[in-house]
């Protein structure tokens, strides 16, 4: 299995609302909204995502699941296919809750794309797997943990590896510029949920011993 989220590169566009337009913002009371990926960490362009060789690292019965968004829909199917995939299905959306401002209406998702090479590996795991996952933005380019929660139930047994990773999970190589040493395993929904629950509790304790 691969699971892939890659830096794509969007022409250092920037999104923004009204918020930064004077005349609607008085005395700019409320937040601007301003966001551009390569603010944030290194972009690729397409060209230079096609020259990995991702296809040398996939098993011969092997899924690509990539994460892309709406701008970026036509380049990821391109990208699968030079990577020796061929595009299956939008296996995840994920509805961020909150939404970006877009040219055409505004963006609230992205997309987990599912591509395959040669058979469709077995043995397979859960079934009950949801395309829909609802769960509030975090920060910049963060993914849900839910979404390879999902993949990793559906093929437990098989190799992974996470491209362009930012954390280490347990069960899964990895390859990018941001993994931190230490392993930590895959928490899901409801362990996040009441992890931050717990840690709410816990700090209104502290407020009241303070």
Request: charged share 25%; hydrophobic share 40%; net charge positive.
């Amino acid at each position: 299995m691969i699971y892939a989220d890659p830096p794509w590169d969007y022409g250092g566009k920037m999104q923004y609302d009204k918020s930064s337009i004077k005349s609607i913002n008085i005395d700019f009371e409320k937040n601007v909204f301003i966001s551009a990926a390569n603010f944030k960490y290194p972009t690729l362009k397409l060209r230079q995502l096609k020259q990995l060789d991702v296809n040398s690292i996939a098993a011969d019965d092997c899924i690509l699941f990539m994460w892309t968004t709406g701008p970026q829909f036509a380049n990821s199917i391109e990208l699968g296919q030079a990577w020796g995939f061929q595009y299956k299905t939008v296996a995840f959306v994920w509805d961020k809750q909150v939404h970006n401002p877009g040219r055409y209406t505004l963006s609230q998702t992205e997309f987990v794309l599912a591509f395959k090479k040669g058979r469709f590996p077995a043995p397979r795991g859960a079934r009950n797997i949801r395309q829909l996952v609802s769960i509030h933005r975090g920060e910049h380019s963060e993914k849900p943990e839910i979404i390879i929660d999902g993949i990793t139930k559906m093929f437990p047994s098989q190799q992974k590896i996470e491209l362009f990773a930012r954390k280490n999970f347990i069960g899964w190589d990895n390859w990018g510029l941001e993994i931190p040493q230490q392993k930590i395993k895959i928490m899901s929904q409801k362990e996040k949920e009441t992890k931050t629950i717990l840690n709410m509790e816990n700090q209104q304790l502290n407020l009241q011993f303070y």
